[in-house]
């Protein structure tokens, strides 16, 4: 019951600061990058369809993946795309030579390129998909494809107004409290968006919750605020 109630006095402070968090910077545009250039459709459009990201995605998985969203719902092909890959790293997990293929850097670009173009038409993957890998298999990311697909996973997620929340806590979090909690979510993120919560339990927080969605982290464990207090006595007192 102590840790319930720990739990209930947290999200107050859950939904200042998300609150506090400019909803605008959760959904920019995607900031175009040399690497991600090419068009991975074959096909030119009529008219160009402006798309914009639906989750800030950060570094080398989400810059990729944010460029497959792109492209793929350009082309009307999200569902196609994301089975696809999805299907491509079931795979790769069903066969450790295969994955070690994808890691192993000193494999020439060219045999990369063909092994990923092989693969695609033996699989029946689409034109982009296809593209994707080959990008992918030039620029020496395919080591990443399995980080590109959780992040490409969330962004379609988002695009059918689903959000996914990783929150950690000591115990598990009471029905009541999850509850308020995913209303606090949804209601930081707007009308019609659906807010999914999984409960990861970690003893090591010591106590408190961690908000994970999309990147952004909201950590208000104890142990977090132990170290921050530990820092600041840490400091020097000036007179």
Do not use: C, W
């Amino acid at each position: 019951m102590a840790m319930a109630g720990r739990i209930r006095s947290t999200l107050p402070h859950v939904r200042k600061a998300l609150s506090s968090d400019s909803r605008s910077a959760l959904y920019p545009a995607l900031i175009s990058n040399p690497e991600l250039s090419r068009n991975y459709a074959t096909a030119p459009a009529a008219k160009e369809k402006k798309v914009k990201v639906p989750v800030t995605m950060y570094g080398v998985s989400g810059n990729y993946a944010s460029a497959l969203y792109i492209a793929a719902v350009k082309a009307n092909a999200l569902e196609k795309v994301e089975s696809e890959i999805l299907d491509l790293i079931e795979a790769s997990k069903k066969s450790p030579k295969f994955s070690q293929f994808m890691k192993d850097l000193s494999v020439p670009t060219e045999t990369r390129v063909k092994a990923m173009t092989d693969i695609s038409s033996e699989a029946k993957f689409g034109e982009l998909t296809k593209n994707f890998l080959v990008v992918l298999a030039e620029n020496g990311r395919l080591k990443h494809v399995d980080a590109i697909a959780k992040r490409f996973a969330e962004l379609t997620m988002a695009h059918k107004g689903e959000l996914k929340a990783i929150v950690t806590t000591v115990i598990p979090i009471p029905p009541e409290e999850e509850k308020e909690l995913k209303e606090t979510l949804q209601e930081v993120m707007g009308k019609g968006k659906k807010v999914n919560i999984e409960q990861k339990i970690d003893p090591s927080i010591l106590g408190g919750l961690v908000i994970e969605f999309g990147q952004k982290v909201f950590d208000m464990s104890i142990r977090t605020r132990a170290r921050q207090m530990e820092r600041l006595l840490r400091e020097p007192i000036n007179f």
